[in-house]
């Protein structure tokens, strides 16, 4: 009876380890981010460890610059290429990243777009067979212990293709980001409602290249930010005084694109924000 009980007892230990139940927080990964300098556009090219996850991927002639980078990682596998519309500003080179690297899933918004890059993208598509799905609504997925959340739009339809945006989360251990496509003011007030749209983030990435609106200070508020990093045109033309209002308000330290790429580092406990 004894020898049976100390094997049950093994047999335990070993069941709750292989579940995750020692009571130990989630410690995250090594999670490195950097924001592409690439005009008024958007292309964040995110290193969960060995692997590589794309948040939109900028205009058609920024493709030799985010391959450029790329390569100097040496990619040959993007796992997920996440497009959060399809403007051309985001969507340029996503054919082009597609043809020449392989991915392991594309993720967008569940809508059309009648225009030459979204045509391009779903050629594309099937000419490579690369799997991608249309989000309705949130999914989230683990790289390397880092947690992606894309929440997806709750509409079939709005007035500004910009409210279509994913809005994508990224959780490392401790550190928390938020990448908030173009959402503007019905897209924010729709994540504020999600269990997402509750939580702190130590950066989010502001949407549409500066554009102001409402429900930001309602975002900020919530999120309480340290950083911020704006993707403008070097005349800043879509950077709102309201916005810049807003970041200095909330003693956010802001960063901008067009003054070089922004890179952010992060352990799981701290982190790193910098630019040549």
């Known amino acids: 009876m004894r020898k049976t009980g100390r094997y049950l007892l093994i047999l335990l230990c070993l069941v709750f380890l292989a579940a995750g139940c020692g009571g130990e927080e989630e410690k995250g990964g090594f999670l490195k981010m950097t924001f592409l300098d690439t005009g008024k556009s958007d292309c964040i090219v995110i290193e969960a460890g060995e692997h590589v996850i794309v948040n939109d991927a900028a205009d058609a002639d920024d493709l030799e610059a985010i391959c450029a980078f790329l390569d100097g990682r040496q990619t040959e596998r993007i796992e997920y290429l996440i497009l959060s519309h399809f403007d051309k500003d985001h969507i340029g080179s996503a054919a082009g990243l597609i043809r020449r690297y392989e991915v392991g899933q594309v993720l967008m918004a569940d809508y059309e777009e009648d225009s030459e890059p979204y045509f391009a993208l779903m050629q594309a598509l099937q000419e490579t067979e690369t799997e991608s799905r249309r989000l309705r609504g949130a999914v989230s997925f683990t790289v390397e212990g880092i947690v992606f959340q ?104 802001a960063y901008y694109t067009d003054e070089g790429a922004v890179t952010v580092t992060s352990d799981g406990k701290q982190m790193q924000v910098s630019q040549p």
Request: proline content about 7%; charged content about 35%.
């Open 150 to 253: 894309v929440d997806a739009p709750r509409r079939p339809s709005y007035d500004n293709d910009n409210n279509y945006s994913l809005i994508t989360s990224v959780t490392n251990g401790e550190n928390r980001f938020l990448l908030m496509g173009d959402a503007q003011k019905k897209r924010t007030e729709e994540f504020l409602d999600s269990p997402a749209g509750g939580e702190r983030y130590d950066l989010v990435k502001m949407p549409h290249h500066g554009d102001y609106n409402k429900k930001l200070e309602e975002l900020f508020s919530v999120a309480r930010p340290r950083y911020a990093v704006l993707t403008p045109d070097p005349e800043r033309t879509r950077v709102e005084e309201e916005t810049v209002a807003l970041l200095e308000a909330c003693g956010c330290e």
